[in-house]
T-cell receptor, first 121, second 118 residues
Framework: AQKVTQAQTEISVVEKEDVTLDCVYETRDTTYYLFWYKQPPSGELVFLIRRNSFDEQNEISGRYSWNFQKSTSSFNFTITASQVVDSAVYFCALSEAWTIAGGTSYGKLTFGQGTILTVHP | DSGVTQTPKHLITATGQRVTLRCSPRSGDLSVYWYQQSLDQGLQFLIQYYNGEERAKGNILERFSAQQFPDLHSELNLSSLELGDSALYFC?????????????????FGPGTRLTVL
């Protein structure tokens, strides 16, 4: 069974600090996808990144960066120079393959418990 | 705006009642997913429909049911409501075609319906 663990329940930082959100996953599949979503106070889920299991390249997007390490089953997310607008709940998620008529499909997301990030001015 | 719409935005009802949550997927998306976000269980997958047919089931209670209509909108029916059913219910949609290899169809989430059972 797949599982996603976000050990940090809450993190509090001051603006301009760097912050790393940890994510550890468990899966038996060799092909899977990992995601990060942001849930701001307004409640919607905002997609941040998707990474497949064959692509271990780290990715940087502006102040956001992601470090994927299959050897440790981790997919960590770093915000550089945090801002107050980064305050939100961040979820890591995993999607394994399952077979449906017509082929293999991915879609059922297993989410971690979320990390509440508060950035103080 | 993801293009996925959910109605109503808020719903307050009493224990024992039945409610229907509605989801309209993005134009062209064939797959609809329902998720529940509660304080106890976190965010969990309930059920997926693809082009009108149920395709995958998660931890969905027997009191809950869903369907996807020919126009591809979906409804989640919750009956015999209990206090513990209070949660934020998300619908997501994707192109939904079966994939293999490196292809993936992104899920886009709606704004959610907040259900409060009193």
């Amino acid at each position: 069974a797949q599982k996603v663990t976000q050990a940090q329940t809450e993190i509090s930082v001051v603006e301009k600090e760097d912050v790393t959100l940890d994510c550890v996953y468990e899966t038996r599949d060799t092909t899977y996808y990992l995601f990060w979503y942001k849930q701001p106070p307004s409640g919607e889920l905002v997609f941040l990144i998707r990474r497949n299991s064959f692509d271990e390249q780290n990715e940087i997007s502006g102040r956001y960066s992601w470090n994927f390490q299959k050897s440790t089953s981790s997919f960590n997310f770093t915000i550089t120079a945090s801002q107050v607008v980064d305050s939100a709940v961040y979820f890591c998620a995993l999607s394994e393959a399952w077979t449906i008529a017509g082929g293999t499909s991915y879609g059922k997301l297993t989410f971690g418990q979320g990390t509440i990030l508060t950035v103080h001015p | 705006d993801s293009g996925v719409t959910q109605t109503p935005k808020h719903l307050i009802t009493a224990t024992g009642q039945r409610v229907t949550l509605r989801c309209s997927p993005r134009s062209g998306d064939l797959s609809v997913y329902w998720y529940q976000q509660s304080l106890d269980q976190g965010l969990q997958f309930l059920i997926q429909y693809y082009n009108g047919e149920e395709r995958a089931k998660g931890n969905i209670l027997e009191r809950f049911s869903a369907q996807q209509f020919p126009d591809l909108h979906s409804e989640l029916n919750l009956s015999s409501l209990e206090l513990g059913d209070s949660a934020l219910y998300f619908c997501a949609s994707s192109l939904g075609l079966p994939t293999s290899g490196g292809s993936y169809n992104e899920q886009f989430f709606g704004p959610g319906t907040r259900l409060t059972v009193l």
